[in-house]
């Protein structure tokens, strides 16, 4: 049974950095990708961020490049999503997600936590 358990969201000002950690429990991570995502109120879920657990590469949407870093710690079994230089438009409820780098959508989603940034 994979589990995943997001902390760290909260409320900021723009400009404000958080830092997103998402715990996950499995057998063993190397063969998977994880990913960030997030749904502002009457919004669709959309895709933030991924970090494939090995080797480390990551890929972001366009609306986060160069403001939030993924990053994943193999001792701690835990990615995080570092948020930089805070938007208002970044409000919403983000959530870590995982899937088998085969898998073409992810099975493993996190319970989401909320991240409002206030103008």
């Known amino acids: 049974q994979v589990q995943l358990v997001e902390s760290g969201g909260g409320l900021v000002q723009a400009g404000d950095s958080l830092r997103l950690s998402c715990a996950a429990s499995?057998?063993?991570?190397?063969?998977?990708?994880m990913g960030w995502f997030r749904q502002a109120p009457g919004k669709e879920r959309e895709f933030v961020a991924q970090i494939i657990w090995s080797g480390g590469s990551t890929y972001y949407a366009d609306s986060v490049k160069g403001r939030f870093t993924a990053s994943r710690d193999n001792a701690k079994n835990t990615v995080y999503l570092q948020m930089n230089s805070l938007k208002p438009e970044d409000t919403a409820v983000y959530y870590c997600?995982?899937?088998?780098?085969?898998?073409?959508?992810?099975?493993?989603w996190g319970q989401g936590t909320q991240v409002t940034v206030s103008s």
């Open positions: 499995a057998r063993t991570w190397s063969d998977y990708v």
């Open positions: 997600a995982a899937r088998v780098r085969t898998a073409s959508t992810y099975n493993y």
